[in-house]
């Protein structure tokens, strides 16, 4: 099992630019999430997913969408980046919501010039 | 006042030694998480309790909830024990992280 994996694992943008991440999961976990961590500032939700076809805001969600098409993968879609959104970005998948172990990939190392 | 307090931020200490990292929250909860960052990024989970202690080989984690508050010790450390060590709380609706704990341990 590959477990949680996201692509790409880095990526440079300029201001206004769009780019999309991926993340998939093979555990088939019904909870998917979306995490930027910043210097100095623990992990903060962007987006969640409780299922296929749903998504939900978290705590940050302004200037990103999500889609979870499919089960096992979760979307993360910046319209117009800004440098306000330079960040490493982790997606997660869980069992259960909350109370849970969350899985991890490996993080995706974005910056906006 | 953040939600999740981690203390300390930082802690270096010498191979061998115990170590204790605290966290305390402010919010209800249904479980907490202790998780660890390694140098190169990987975020693994070590610990979810929602009550009384749990150990795994050198890692004991406590939980008092009446105190909310939460210890994740390390007997006997090594140096690749040296990550940050992140306690996040979790809850039906949510999950909110502390910032972390960075250890480094010295041979």
């Known amino acids: 099992n590959a477990g949680v994996t996201q692509t790409p694992k880095f990526r440079v943008l300029k201001t206004g630019q769009s780019m999309t991440l991926l993340c998939a999961q093979d555990m088939n976990h019904e909870y998917m999430y979306w995490y930027r961590q910043d210097p100095g500032m623990g992990l903060r939700l962007i987006h969640y997913s409780v299922g296929e076809g749903t998504t939900a805001k978290g705590e940050v969600p302004d200037g990103y969408n999500v889609s979870r098409l499919k089960k096992q993968n979760f979307l993360l879609g910046l319209e117009s980046a800004a440098p306000s959104q330079t960040s490493v970005y982790f997606c997660?998948?869980?069992?259960?919501?909350?109370?849970?172990?969350?899985?991890f990939g490996p993080g995706t190392r974005l910056t906006v010039l | 006042k953040n939600e999740v307090e981690q203390s300390p931020q930082n802690l270096t200490a010498q191979e061998g030694e115990f170590i204790t990292i605290n966290c305390s929250y402010s919010v209800g909860i249904s479980a907490l998480h202790w998780l660890q960052q390694h140098p190169g990024g990987g975020i693994v989970s070590l610990f979810m309790l929602s009550s009384g202690k749990k150990k795994h080989g050198r890692l004991i984690a406590t939980i008092n909830i009446q105190e909310k508050h939460s210890s994740l010790h390390i007997t006997a450390s090594h140096p690749r024990d040296s990550a940050v060590y992140i306690c996040a709380v979790g809850s039906s609706n949510d999950m909110r992280f502390g910032a972390g704990t960075r250890l480094t341990v010295k041979p």
């Open positions: 997660a998948s869980s069992y259960l919501k909350g109370v849970g172990t969350q899985y």
